[in-house]
Structures are given as structure tokens and as C-alpha cells.
């Protein structure tokens, strides 16, 4: 009982408090500093979890960050690699007194006057010694390509002929063994040809071309190139027509490339490279240099980053924002002493606050060195040798700087929710350790379920908005409306998603009211996931927006594999091979020449494993600068395409996929070639009908009443327009002139849309039809075990048979691409992140659980109780995430194919491999609920004890 003579005591006392001076905001956080860093080392579980959540994804960006900036080059590695140790060189690259200019730092972009190149202009045939100083050192190296015998065959290989052993090249070429050619019957080669020739240093190369042998005295490295690939160097400078002309050691000043470039000679120069003008084009605009190309890749790089890292943040404070939940709710005792003692709430919310800006600091620096170590590795193993492929170890620190302080938001913002919670917190609950559930309240899920709506309308009106502006002519091409329906389609599920996420307590709040029917344990877990909303919620958001992804991609992805499987246009039947054969001047082959490209052909086809070959001929088309150039008698016949197959002028989604080129779809084939070519067998009688005049057609368009129109016009008319082109429906107005001739063919309709013949006749067919033709190519049968489809190998086989005068290109045809070499990756991801996000859920879960086990079995609760509560908990968070994430992942999907219905092949909705969104939806949740279940709860400590209020 306090007398009146104790008052005046009290009252000074509450005086004295009250004008005792409060602690400045400074000193305010320096306490909160240092109680946040005695948290973190404290609770050092769940802070190395929060930190390892952080560091992953940041390693990765690093990681990225270093792999492509290494791949980008400083003017310094460009000029190194160009010239070595050289100043400077010139080579002829535009016409003499016709005003030539030139980029100062790239002589290949260039024009004259006020204008850029037409193509018609003479190339200088002054040589630069005549327009450089008396006395100038200059070392000429010209280049070009061999052809060289092989152990397998043929290869050609890139070539060089000059001094390229000067010391001075250090840089670019260097002399690895042996020494260089000297003589005319010598050549140097990289390691890699002496293989591929299969001879060592003092053995022979044979060229194929020039019928010649050459000693090989030396062995050198071309930085611009792979360790793998072969290339030769000869002695003799002047053996190619392609020169450049290199000076050790003068200096080119830019006035010195301006006056040089007078005489239509273009200079690259290390002073000028490493010191460029200003420099403008003559219309005014700045030349795209090599610098614009690096600014432009740093740019999209860090946009790059920047999106990846949007999504990976968001997983992260998801997750760590849960275990954040979870370590806040065990430092509730702890703060609420600190409040006890005159703490704010803001200063127990900075407490939190720092906790993650110290471990997303923490957690940033271990993920930085991480990925620089994981990119300093992945660019070791994946290194070919070529200087070009990765200039140096590029560590873009600014950008890493920028990642660093990403890690920083990151980590705080995991702790935000968290650190509101506990600056609302009840101080004397807390001190006394009741725990009591938290109320779900009526707004958010008002507003989440509105957002939800929203998002399921916006999907798909803007999808039907997309399908209707495609069809609009009238539109203009680069309209917003254009797009703006597309954006719609994908932002119209994010809002479903962020709906889900707003009403998720109120959600899982339903999924109790169920769950409760169905035992005590349902009931058990169901009610501690509500109750715990901080740390539930943002677990099944992580994983539904992993699975929103995932969906996403499968569902769009296998619509748009199934619409190009549909109108794929194939080059010949599946594993055969198909060798083209053209001109490689202005003049056609002649048959001599055809034959012999032919042979060689087919010699090299056998010998890299083809079983059988067959040709095929078509007619020629002749093409001039002058229509009267090309001969009047000149004719090239096609089937027509019936009017009612015709594509109309103004339809946007039309296009002729079908069988190759609609204006030259007749091929002449063998009958014991069309297996190979065709893929098909004749009956006896329509083989009997094939050789008697009868076409096979493959593509059922072109035939009408069992026969196919086959008409002719003159190659002028082709050339001029005034023949159709057999795929649009004439202009209005369009002059064509009529055939020269028309015949009625009898067809033999073939189920054949795997190859690419349309319309195939016999030889003999063709000779009664007055068509004149030529073999176009050879195909080769190959066995399924064999292994020549890599671009690689058919583009060096390419090579190899390509001359001055015809050029040739192979193709295996191979289908169109297999959706399971992106499916499989991505189905992976999926279900690992699904499953970390599954982990750090439920092992959150179990953490704080224990005080609730430890009651449990107190009260009589058996260990299968507690495991079958894990089951149901692994049911209620990944249920709950993998389900509200394919509700929302197949949005997206469902407006792309609603958008494509106008089109002549739209996307289908059974292309989307259901079975297997049904296994990501719900077998997957079923099976980490079943890991739950049978990985036993801790022994409970029964010695702990929690008051429920």
C-alpha cells in the first residue's frame, strides 16, 4: 500500500526516468547490430540453412556473371590475337580514288563517298608496299584452303602461306615443333592434321587439288582456332590471292589509314585500336564497333541476371522467409526480454532486419567466390584451345558488386514478414511462452480470390484478343495490340499465382476444415500448417511457382513441338542422307562436271558408312542479270497447284510447308531408287504404271480426278513474274502469261509426307515430256549405327567435296527436333527444386514441431501417430504448392492455343502430355509425403515444456 509520504519519492523517481536522456538512434542500432550478430551465431542451424539458400543461386549468378564476360573481348585481346606482336596491317579491300573510308577499328566495315558499297566497285589492285614509306619492314602472309588426303578420305582444311614463323606473330600463330617451311616443298601443319593425315614431322602431305606432295618440317598453333581442327602453312607468300600485308614495327596513325585509304587499301592498326577517333558515318550515326558489341553484351547480360535473379530471389525469400518465421518465433523469449528492458518494437524489428541483411551479406560473399571458382572450372574443362573462345578470365566486379547487394535484399527481405510479426508481438506472452494460433483474417482472402478471377479472365480474353488481331490486315504490323494480347496471356496466370499467395492461409484454412474428417493426424498437420502460416505459405508458393514454370514450358512447349512435327518439311526419309550439288559460279555444270562431282560424291558417301546410293535429277532453273540472257528455249515444267489450294495475297497465317519449292516439284527418280529417295516400295503394278508414264505424288493437293496437271513456261517468264509461282493465288492485276504447253498425268497417290519429293517421274517420263534435266543430288541409305549426323561431321564432308567450281551440301535428315533433349532437363530442375523447396519445408516443420511432439507423447501420442502427422504435413505443402502451381501453369497454355485457332495449323491441346502434369501435380507430392513418412520423427524431449494458452 503506498502511504502519501511515499509519493513524493515515487514521483521523483518517475522524474528521474523520465528526463534520464533515451539512447540515440545510433546507439540504437549498434544494439541492435550486435544482438542480431549473437542471434545469427546462436541459432547457427537455421542461419547456415538461410545462408546456403542465398549463396546457391548467387554462386550461380557469379558464376554466369565470369563464364560470359570471359568470352568477350578487350581491344587489347583482339588486337593480340590479330596481329601478335605486329603494329599494323594493310590489305587491298576497296576501290583506288573512289573515295574509300573505313571504321577505325574495323577496316571490313567501310564505303565510299557519302554512301556504303553497292557490290559493283573494283577492288584496288595497287599492293600496299607501293603506298607505304620507302623501306617499311612488311611480312606478306596470304590465305586460303587445301584440300588434303586423310586417312578417311578427304578433308579441307584452312591454309596459310607465308613467314607465320616470324617470332613476331607470338599471339596469334607460334611455332610448337620442328621449324617453319622454307622452301616450296615444305608446309607446316597443327598438331591435329599430323593425326588426321596420320604421318608425323618429316613425313609427306598429299593435296588432292594441285596432285602435289609437300615435307612436313613443323608443327604451329593458330590461336583463333580449336586445338582440334587441322590447318597448313606453306613458304611461298604469293600462293593464295587473298594477302594481307603485316609491318613489325611501324606504327599507323588514323590521318596515315585515311591517306592509305585513298588507294582503296583498309589498315587495322594497334594504335588505333587501342586509342580510336571519334568516328561517325557519313549519314550521321555511330558505327557498330567492337566496343558497341561488348556494351551491348555487358547490357544484356546483367538484363539477363536481372531476370534470373528476380525469379531465383523470389524462391529464396520465400523459403528462407519461412525458416526466418521459424527462427523469429524461437527468439521470441529473447526479444521479448529485450522489449522487457525498454526495447521498441522497431528495435526488435531492426534486430530481425539485420539478421538477414547479415546472412544475405554472408551468404552473397560465399556464393561470389563460389561461382567464380565454379566458372574458373567449367571454363578450364570446356576450353578448345582457340583464344577467341574465352579472350582471358574476365571477373566483372561491378557487376558482382551489384549481386553482392542483391544478396543483401534478399536476405532482408526474408526476414520482413518475419520482423513485422515480431514487432507486433505480445511481450508477456511471450515471456511466459504461450503459443497461440494465429487468426486468419476476411481481407486477403478477398482480395486474393479476386486476384485469382482476374488473372483466369485476363488469360483468356486476351487470348481470344490475340487470335482475332491475327487475322486483322488492316492492323499495323508493329500496333501495341499486337502484342499487348500476348503479354496478357502470361501475366494474366502470374496474378492467378499472386492471388494464391495472398489467400494461402485462408486456403489452407479450408483444406483443414476437410482434413479434420479424416483422422487426428490429417487434423494434427492441417491445423499446424494454418497455425503457422508464416513459415507454410511461403513454402507452397515457392514450390507452386517452380511448378507454375514448369507447366508453363511442358504445355507450351510440347503444343508448339506437336504444331512443328505437323508441318515439318522433310529432305528426304528419316537417317538418309541427302548431298546437294550446285554451282559455285554463275555458269551451270556441265554434264561432265556433274558426273564427276557425282562419283565423288557417292565414293565419299560409301565410304563414311552408306550402304546404298541413288540420284535424283530435276530440271535446272536458269537465272541472268538480263532476262535476255537466258535462253529463249530455255522451259521448266511444274504440277500445278489447284486454284482451290492456292494460298490467298492477304493471308497472314498462309505459307506452302509442304515438299520443298512449289515453282520446281518435279524429280526425276529411278524405280530402284525411290526406297532410298522416297522411302517407299511399289507393287508390281504401279511400278508397271510408273515406268508406263504414271507420277507418283506424295503430296494429295495436287491431284484432281487421278491425275495431276503438269504445265510449262518459259525460263524468261519465271524469272520476269509472268509464270505463277504455284502457291499464291495471283495478284490482282498480274500479267501471267499462259503455258507453253499443258498435260494431263496419271497419278499414283503414295502415303509418303516423310521425305521431300512431291511429284516423282521416271526417267524415261521426263524424256516424253521434252524436260531438261540434270542430277540435283545423291542420297545415301545409312545404318542406324552409324553415326554421321553431327553438323560438324557433315559440314567437314561438305568441305571436302566442294571446289572452284561446284559446291556441295549434306544433310542427313534426322526429323524434326526431339522434345525430350529440353523436357528431360527441365522435368529434372523441376523435381529438384520442388523437392529442396519440399525439404526446407518440412524439416522446418519438424524442427518446430518438437515442443508439439514432446506433448504428444506425453499425452499418450505412439511414434506412428507423429509419422503419419509428417505424412499428412508433406501432403497439406507440396499438395498444396504442386497443385496451386499447375492450376496456374496451365493458364498460359490454354491462351496460346486459344490465340493459335486461326491459323492454318493451330496448336492442340492433346499434344500436352497430361499423364505427365498429373504425375508432376500429384505423384510427386505423394512421394515426398511418403519420404516424410518414413523417415522417423526425433526421440520428443519430454523434458521441455510449452504453455498452450
Known amino acids: 500500500m503506498t502511504t502519501v509520504r511515499d ?7 518517475a522524474r528521474r526516468r523520465a528526463e534520464r536522456p533515451k539512447p540515440s538512434r545510433t546507439a540504437r542500432m549498434r544494439v541492435a547490430v550486435r544482438i542480431a550478430r549473437r542471434q545469427v551465431r546462436r541459432a547457427w542451424v537455421s542461419s547456415l540453412l538461410i545462408m546456403s539458400l542465398i549463396a546457391l543461386p548467387i554462386a550461380g549468378m557469379a558464376g554466369v556473371a565470369v563464364f560470359v564476360n570471359s568470352s568477350m573481348s578487350t581491344a587489347a585481346e583482339r588486337v593480340s590475337v590479330d596481329l601478335g606482336r605486329m603494329e599494323a596491317w594493310v590489305a587491298p579491300l576497296g576501290a583506288a580514288d573512289a573515295g574509300f573510308w573505313q571504321v577505325p577499328t574495323d577496316p571490313y566495315s567501310s564505303g565510299y563517298g557519302s554512301g556504303w558499297p553497292t557490290g559493283e566497285e ?13 623501306g617499311t619492314e612488311i611480312v606478306k602472309v596470304s590465305e586460303g584452303r587445301e584440300r588434303v588426303t586423310t586417312v578417311t578420305g578427304l578433308a579441307a582444311v584452312p591454309a596459310w602461306a607465308g613467314d607465320i614463323g616470324d617470332p613476331r606473330f607470338a599471339g596469334r600463330f607460334e611455332v610448337t615443333s620442328g621449324r617453319a617451311p622454307t622452301t616450296a616443298d615444305e608446309v607446316m601443319v597443327t598438331p591435329a592434321t599430323l593425326e588426321r593425315v596420320g604421318v608425323s614431322l618429316g613425313g609427306r602431305l598429299e593435296l588432292v587439288d594441285s596432285a602435289t606432295s609437300f615435307t612436313i618440317v613443323g608443327t604451329f598453333d593458330d590461336a583463333t582456332r580449336p586445338d582440334a581442327d587441322s590447318a597448313v602453312a606453306f613458304a611461298d607468300a604469293d600462293r593464295y590471292d587473298e594477302a594481307k600485308w603485316y609491318l613489325p614495327e611501324t606504327p599507323i596513325s588514323w590521318s596515315q589509314i585515311q591517306a592509305l585509304n585513298m588507294d582503296g587499301l583498309g589498315v587495322y592498326s594497334r594504335e588505333v585500336v587501342l586509342d580510336p577517333p571519334s568516328f561517325t558515318y557519313p549519314d550521321g550515326s555511330e558505327p557498330w564497333t567492337a566496343e558497341t558489341s561488348e556494351t551491348q553484351g555487358l547490357l544484356a547480360l546483367a538484363s539477363a541476371l536481372a531476370a534470373g535473379g528476380l525469379a531465383a530471389g523470389y524462391m529464396v525469400v520465400m523459403l528462407a522467409g519461412a525458416a526466418f518465421a521459424v527462427s523469429a518465433r524461437r527468439q521470441q523469449r529473447a526479444l521479448a526480454i529485450a522489449a522487457s528492458v525498454g526495447a521498441e518494437p522497431r528495435d526488435l524489428r531492426s534486430v530481425v532486419l539485420l539478421q538477414g541483411t547479415v546472412l544475405g551479406l554472408v551468404g552473397g560473399l560465399v556464393g561470389l567466390f563460389a561461382g567464380i571458382g565454379l566458372a574458373a572450372v567449367v571454363m578450364r574443362i570446356a576450353d578448345n584451345g582457340s583464344a577467341t573462345q574465352f579472350w582471358g578470365f574476365h571477373v566483372p566486379w561491378v557487376l558482382l558488386v551489384g549481386i553482392l547487394v542483391f544478396a ?7 526476414a520482413f514478414v518475419p520482423a513485422r510479426s515480431v514487432g507486433r508481438s505480445d511481450t508477456i506472452s511471450a515471456l511466459r511462452g504461450a503459443r497461440r494460433p494465429q487468426r486468419v483474417g476476411a481481407s486477403r482472402p478477398l482480395w486474393g480470390s479476386l486476384l485469382i478471377l482476374i488473372g483466369a479472365a485476363v488469360t483468356v480474353l486476351c487470348g481470344l484478343a490475340a487470335a482475332a488481331v491475327a487475322t486483322d490486315i488492316s492492323l499495323a504490323w508493329d500496333s501495341p495490340l499486337r502484342w499487348l494480347p500476348t503479354i496478357g496471356i502470361i501475366a494474366g496466370p502470374v496474378l492467378a499465382q499472386v492471388g494464391i499467395l495472398i489467400s ?20 494434427l498437420a492441417a491445423r499446424d500448417a494454418v497455425a503457422n502460416g508464416a513459415r507454410t505459405v511461403p513454402a507452397f508458393a515457392a514450390i507452386g511457382a517452380t511448378v507454375f514454370v514448369g507447366v508453363f514450358a511442358v504445355g507450351l512447349g510440347m503444343m508448339a513441338a506437336g504444331q512443328s512435327e505437323r508441318t515439318y518439311s522433310y529432305t528426304a526419309p528419316l537417317g538418309t542422307a541427302y548431298a546437294d550439288i550446285s554451282s559455285s559460279t554463275e555458269t551451270p555444270l556441265t554434264p561432265d562436271e556433274v558426273a564427276s562431282a557425282t562419283d565423288e560424291i557417292e565414293s565419299a558417301l560409301r565410304t563414311s558408312g552408306a550402304t546404298e546410293t541413288a540420284l535424283v535429277q530435276r530440271q535446272t532453273a536458269v537465272w541472268a542479270e538480263n532476262e535476255n540472257d537466258i535462253p529463249a528455249d530455255a522451259e521448266r515444267a511444274v504440277a500445278v497447284t489447284p486454284n482451290s489450294f492456292l494460298i490467298g495475297q492477304n493471308d497472314l497465317q498462309g505459307g506452302w510447308t509442304h515438299f520443298g519449292d512449289p515453282s520446281n516439284n518435279l524429280q526425276i527418280i529411278a ?27 506424295a503430296d494429295e493437293r ?43 498425268v496419271p497419278a499414283i497417290g503414295v502415303d509418303a509426307r516423310e521425305q521431300g519429293v512431291a511429284v516423282a517421274i521416271a526417267p524415261a517420263t521426263a524424256g516424253e515430256l521434252g524436260l531438261r534435266v540434270a542430277v540435283s543430288g545423291v542420297y545415301a541409305a545409312f545404318p542406324g549405327d552409324v553415326d554421321v549426323a553431327t553438323s560438324d561431321r557433315l559440314n567437314a564432308l561438305s568441305e571436302s567435296m566442294s571446289t572452284e567450281t561446284y559446291s556441295v551440301w549434306i544433310y542427313r535428315e534426322t526429323g524434326p527436333a526431339d522434345p525430350s533433349i529440353w523436357l528431360v532437363p527441365l522435368l529434372a530442375a523441376v523435381a529438384v527444386l520442388v523437392l529442396g523447396a519440399s525439404a526446407v519445408a518440412l524439416g522446418l516443420a519438424r524442427f518446430e514441431r518438437r515442443p508439439d511432439d514432446a506433448t504428444l507423447a506425453a499425452v499418450g501420442g505412439t511414434p506412428g501417430l507423429r509419422r503419419r502427422i509428417g505424412l499428412w504435413q508433406g501432403l497439406v505443402i507440396a499438395g498444396f504448392g504442386t497443385f496451386a502451381g499447375a492450376t496456374a501453369g496451365i493458364l498460359p497454355p490454354t491462351g496460346f492455343w486459344l490465340q493459335s485457332q486461326t491459323s492454318h495449323e493451330p496448336m492442340s491441346l492433346a499434344d500436352i502430355p497430361w499423364w505427365l502434369l498429373a504425375v508432376l501435380a500429384v505423384a510427386l507430392p505423394v512421394g515426398i509425403a511418403a519420404v516424410n513418412w518414413l523417415v522417423p520423427p526425433r526421440e520428443p524431449e519430454l523434458t521441455r515444456r510449452n504453455v498452450i494458452a
Open 7 to 13: 509519493r513524493p519519492r515515487a514521483d521523483a523517481g
Open 122 to 134: 573494283q577492288i584496288t589492285d595497287v599492293e600496299p608496299p607501293s603506298s607505304l614509306p620507302a
Open 504 to 523: 494461402g492461409r485462408w486456403l489452407l484454412w479450408l483444406a483443414s476444415r476437410l482434413l479434420s474428417r479424416l483422422g487426428i493426424a490429417a487434423r
Open 671 to 697: 524405280p530402284d531408287d525411290l526406297p532410298i529417295v522416297m522411302g517407299i516400295s511399289l507393287s508390281a503394278s504401279d511400278r508397271a504404271a510408273y515406268l508406263d508414264g504414271a507420277a507418283l505424288v
Open 702 to 744: 495436287l491431284i484432281v480426278d487421278g491425275a495431276i496437271e503438269v504445265a510449262s513456261w518459259p525460263e524468261r517468264a519465271w524469272q520476269s513474274g509472268r509464270a505463277p509461282d504455284n502457291a499464291y493465288v495471283p495478284a490482282s492485276g498480274e500479267g501471267l502469261d499462259e503455258p507453253s504447253w499443258r498435260r494431263q
Open 408 to 414: 543483401m535484399l534478399v536476405g532482408t527481405a526474408s
